[in-house]
């Protein structure tokens, strides 16, 4: 099993603060995707990262994967409460079928 | 996209009972996993749901335990058998239209307590 540690495990900020989220392994990867879980719903899909050094946008959210494909980093700038939420990072392996994921970074932003 | 629910979103069940869990789509879906994700613990992959044959195993899970169906396109259940309080989790089951490489969907996941 390909392990993926996130760091910090919990992080509580501001309105306004900016963060970064880790998301680091010993494995390579096919490709890294982060998702967003609210308390009582199913994590959802915020992006996929495919290509070594990779930086991808979403607003205020910015994804880059490692040139070595081993880690991946999640910036968000001017935190909001909706931004309140628990990330995961998943690694897919190079064989393509297996999907595994970090413990997670629980995020909270107070107004 | 695909909108998923589970049924029941919560249940508390004594030791040695048995749960079934069941997951419905909107549309016909080509792969459905289930998952598991402890407190504190990362989404672990149960297991594979195939449409018309065994589902297929991760390491660690075993079918006696978690027995799993999939009559068709659109429908899955898992069983949660002999439950002891290491099964307390929430499952979730999960939709995608080919690989685990593609975009999966999570439904909104069943919170399994075991007293």
């Known amino acids: 099993t390909q392990l993926l540690e996130q760091s910090p495990q919990f992080l509580s900020i501001q309105e306004g603060e900016n963060l970064t989220v880790y998301c680091n392994s010993s494995?390579?990867?096919?490709?890294l995707q982060w998702y967003r879980q609210e308390p009582g719903e199913g994590p959802v899909l915020l992006v996929t990262?495919?290509?070594?050094?990779e930086v991808k946008k979403l607003k205020r959210l910015t994804f880059q994967f490692g040139d070595a494909r081993k880690d991946s980093s999640l910036h968000i700038t001017a935190a909001q409460p909706g931004d309140t939420g628990l990330y995961l990072c998943a690694g897919v392996s190079n064989s393509g079928y297996a999907l595994n994921f970090g413990k997670g970074t629980s995020l909270l932003v107070t107004p | 996209s695909a909108v998923i629910s589970q049924k029941p979103s919560r249940d508390i069940c004594q030791r040695g009972t048995s749960l079934t869990i069941q997951c419905q789509v909107d549309s016909q879906v080509t792969m459905m996993f289930w998952y598991r994700q402890q407190p504190g613990q990362s989404l672990t992959l149960i297991a594979t749901a195939n449409q018309g044959s065994e589902a297929t195993y991760e390491s660690g899970f075993v079918i006696d335990k978690f027995p799993i169906s999939r009559p068709n396109l659109t429908f899955s259940t898992l069983t949660v058998s002999n439950m002891s309080p290491e099964d307390s989790s929430i499952y979730l089951c999960?939709?995608?239209?080919?690989?685990?490489?593609?975009?999966?969907?999570f439904g909104p996941g069943t919170r399994l307590t075991v007293l």
């Open positions: 494995s390579v990867f096919s490709s």
């Open positions: 990262v495919v290509t070594g050094g």
């Open positions: 999960s939709v995608g239209h080919g690989r685990l490489t593609d975009t999966q969907y």
